[in-house]
């Protein structure tokens, strides 16, 4: 393990987070490395699951994905622990900085004081890093941030102990025992084929069909209630553009794992292709959010059949993409 921490900017909270945890702790891995090894890119439409009354529409795995799977997929032992309040808690973290150990949280962004408040919503899967601690004032490394910040011990706790779903209760993690003797050209090419086959899943609320039965959804979306339409619309673009990393986000992500994973002994050839193909995907996806934001603005031009085909148009790109992966 490193005595020196280094703070770093990602582009994804929990896979930059764990990028610098595995990298502090001895595993040099990219933050697209973590996020592909694991088999994060996902697309899910889920009615029944509401949040704030609206469906679940999510662009990657769920929250914890990365934290849980990246122990089964590399074989580390991850340190993981949840509380029942924050007295417990604190004096846990509190011990293990002080003894020098950089250490992952889930927290809520609604309740981190420096986060500005036009920042700050109710999502309760927001990953950051303490390192140290100055009188009431945790050390903190947030990906979001370009420099640490320092955050009070009342405030941490709250932001740790935020209410709803995805509630973290208190959860903290860091690796421990990482193997030596990884065979990274043998998980790579798992991984990969492991995250074609969800995105080409037939169940039609995941994957390529979840966003093609999304786009069915909104084609079908009535402009007689019009606050309604503004809410669903809105909401889509916050759970790409806020919660979902700026929707084209974990496409690139992919992108950049796919090149990188040039190196260990693939077909270079196809590797290359799925990369742009999912980059295309990314940008239509941005394209896709600006359409509903323009809808919602002006809700007299609303065109559910242009939104809708612009989705399509993304889940076409994916498609190729990993039936190509699929070959690896």
């Not at 990953?127 to 640490?148: A, I, M, R, T, W």
Request: glycine letters at 6%; aromatic letters at 10%; a positive charge.
């Amino acid at each position: 393990m490193s005595e020196k921490f280094e703070h770093s900017q990602f582009a994804h909270c929990e896979s930059g987070v764990v990028s610098t945890l595995l990298t502090h702790y001895g595993l040099k891995l990219s933050e697209p490395m973590v996020f592909g090894l694991t088999s994060s890119l996902s697309f899910v439409f889920l009615p029944i699951i509401k949040l704030n009354n609206m469906p679940l529409i999510a662009y990657r795995e769920l929250p914890k994905n990365i934290v849980n799977k990246v122990s089964r997929v590399l074989g580390i032992e991850i340190v993981k622990k949840t509380y029942k309040n924050g007295i417990e808690a604190n004096k846990d973290l509190t011990k293990f900085v002080e003894e020098k150990k950089l250490v992952g949280l889930q927290t809520s962004v609604f309740y981190l004081p420096y986060f500005p408040k036009d920042m700050r919503f109710h999502f309760n899967a927001h990953n950051l890093l303490v390192y140290g601690k100055e009188g009431s004032n945790y050390k903190v490394s947030d990906p979001v941030f370009e420099e640490p910040v320092l955050c009070d011990e009342k405030e941490l706790t709250k932001a740790r102990f935020a209410k709803g779903v995805f509630a973290p209760k208190g959860f903290m993690y860091y690796p421990k025992n990482i193997p030596s003797n990884l065979d990274l050209s043998l998980i790579v090419k798992k991984a990969i084929k492991k995250n074609a086959k969800s995105m080409l899943t037939p169940f039609p609320y995941a994957g390529v069909k979840g966003m093609r039965t999304l786009a069915k959804k909104i084609s079908k979306l009535s402009s007689k209630d019009e606050r309604y339409l503004k809410n669903y619309l809105t909401h889509i673009v916050r759970m790409q553009e806020e919660i979902g990393t700026g929707g084209g986000g974990f496409r690139f992500l992919y992108a950049a794992f796919l090149k990188e994973s040039k190196q260990y002994n693939l077909n270079q050839e196809l590797l290359d292709e799925a990369s742009s193909l999912l980059v295309k995907s990314g940008n239509t996806l941005r394209e896709f959010a600006l359409l509903c934001v323009e809808a919602s603005k002006k809700i007299e031009k609303f065109d559910r059949s242009k939104i809708a085909q612009k989705l399509i148009e993304a889940s076409k790109y994916e498609e190729e993409a990993f039936i190509l992966l699929k070959k690896i």
